[in-house]
Structure formats: C-alpha cells, structure tokens
C-alpha cells in the first residue's frame, strides 16, 4: 500500500492548505471548519464552469465534502509559477478575452458563492447597474456599517449608489463570464506554459469588472494590458467604472481585514460620489 504523505502550503488566509502526495499521485487539498463547506461547494462550483470554457489550465474537482468536523476540497494537483514577462502577459490576456467571449442570458450566477469568505449574492436579473448595486455594493457597505465602519463612509455612500446608474445609460455591458476574484494571487501558468486560474468566485457581468481587479494589487505584466486591449479594446468610461468596481473589493477586504482599508474605501466613495456629481 502506498504511503500517504501531507505537506502544509503556505499562502491562504481562510483555509489550510496541503499538498497530498499518495504514492505517484499528487494533489491539492483544502481543509476548514465544518460550517464552511459552503464555500468548498461554491468554489467547486465555480472551477467546474471555468473548466467547462476549455480556455485556461484549472484544477480539476476531485471532491468535496466532510469528515468528522472538517470539510475538505479535493483538487488537482498543478504545477505553477508566477506571470513574468511579456509571453506570458499576452497568453494570459488572450484566455482571458476568450473566457469574456463566454456570453450568457443574464447577470449572475445560478448558485451564490463567495468573495473571500464573505458570501456574494448572485440573483440573477437583467439590469447590470441594478445588480451591482443590489448584490455587490449595497451587501458590503451594509457589512461596513454593522462593523462601525460608518463615518464619512456612510455620509456619501448612499448618494453615490442613487447616481452610479448615471455611468450605464449609454454604456451596457454583456454578461460575460468572469473569474470574479483576478488579483495576482488567482493567476499562473502551468509547467507547459498554458494560463492557469484558481480560487474563483464566477458569476456574469462586466468584463471590465476582472480587468479592474487585475489593476488593484498589480502584479500583472504591462504586456498583458496590451494584448487584451489589443483584442477587445475597452469602451470609454472604462477609468471611472474601474474605481467603481474596485471598490466593491476594497470594501471586502475591510470587511474581512479591519480598519486599514477604511481609508482608501472612504477615498474611492468620495471621488465617485464627487464625479458622479458632475
């Protein structure tokens, strides 16, 4: 019988993470807290549609569940390094644009899932402005507001949501499937040089949405900007959606990590609010 073998992977702030090695087999293993199977089911979820779109290199699901008070999620086992380089910038923006190609019927998703470990409505519907406001700013600025993160926070947060429809009256994007969650962290390439993503939080919106959150933390090569730009250039107001979008994450992250992203949260409303304004 072979002998099972479990090292710990650094890297995750919500799970733990290992790499299982069982005789020539290697895989990837997720574990957490029983009440969070939720997630492993969402997050297994999501990796099966991206997989479905045949563009990127993603893990495949090879279960999820629990046993005794753990839930665990299963996957492949993929070796991986970091984008570097201009080759790598434009493979990547070319999968990209390919999995942004994948159109749907609505805004959405089937299922909800989660950003981080923070849960994300999905509803589907038809109105974009509408969903983004109903499932991803009013969800978090709520969370912010239960958490005492009020301030000046809530003082303009209110009047910025009446006005963001003001940015879609002549721009309506298709619902494109996304990745939901691209910072850097979520992006490789394989060991045959094929673009990889991981950890998704998939639902259909604005491409603009993934492209957006690729600028946040950085880390993407500028040659990946330019590729995807290159196949499917951005319509105008792309720079005000982008701080519009990315707040949604910021927001998250407060509040998921504290009080050091107030700041910038407060920053990003009062300059939405204050153009919007115009």
């Known amino acids: ?59 495949r699901v090879l279960g999820h569940g629990m046993t005794d008070d753990v839930a665990f999620l299963l996957l492949e086992h993929l070796q991986l390094r970091p984008l ?42 038809d109105g974009w402005a509408r969903f983004f406001i109903l499932h991803r700013l009013t969800p978090q600025l709520e969370l912010a507001r239960a958490k005492g993160y009020a301030g000046a926070l809530g003082r303009d947060a209110d009047a ?54 690729s600028e946040l933390f950085g880390g993407f090569p500028h040659s990946f900007y330019v590729a995807y730009r290159r196949a499917w250039p951005m319509a105008e107001g792309y720079e005000q959606r982008k701080t519009l979008y990315n707040l949604y994450h910021v927001l998250n992250h407060l509040n998921q990590f504290g009080r050091g992203y107030l700041g910038q949260a407060e920053r990003m409303v009062r300059a939405l609010f204050l153009e919007l304004r115009r």
């Open 1 to 59: 019988m072979s002998r099972a073998t479990l090292q710990r992977v650094s890297g995750g702030s919500i799970n733990r993470a290992y790499h299982l090695r069982l005789g020539a087999q290697s895989y990837f293993l997720k574990c957490n807290r029983a009440d969070a199977l939720s997630l492993f089911e969402a997050e297994a979820d999501g990796l099966v549609a991206l997989a479905a779109s045949d563009v990127f290199r993603v893990p």
């Open 84 to 125: 570097a380089g201009d080759d790598d910038g434009q493979r990547f923006a070319e999968a990209l644009v390919q999995l942004h190609h994948d159109i749907g019927a609505h805004y959405g998703w089937p299922r909800d899932n989660f950003i981080g470990s923070t849960p994300q409505s999905n509803t589907e519907g």
């Open 160 to 213: 910025l949501l009446e006005r963001v429809p003001g940015l879609f009256v002549d721009y309506r994007p298709q619902p494109s499937l996304l990745h939901g969650d691209l910072w850097n962290g979520n992006a490789a390439m394989d060991d045959t040089g094929r673009p990889a993503i991981f950890d998704p939080a998939v639902y259909r919106g604005d491409r603009d949405t993934d492209l957006a959150m």
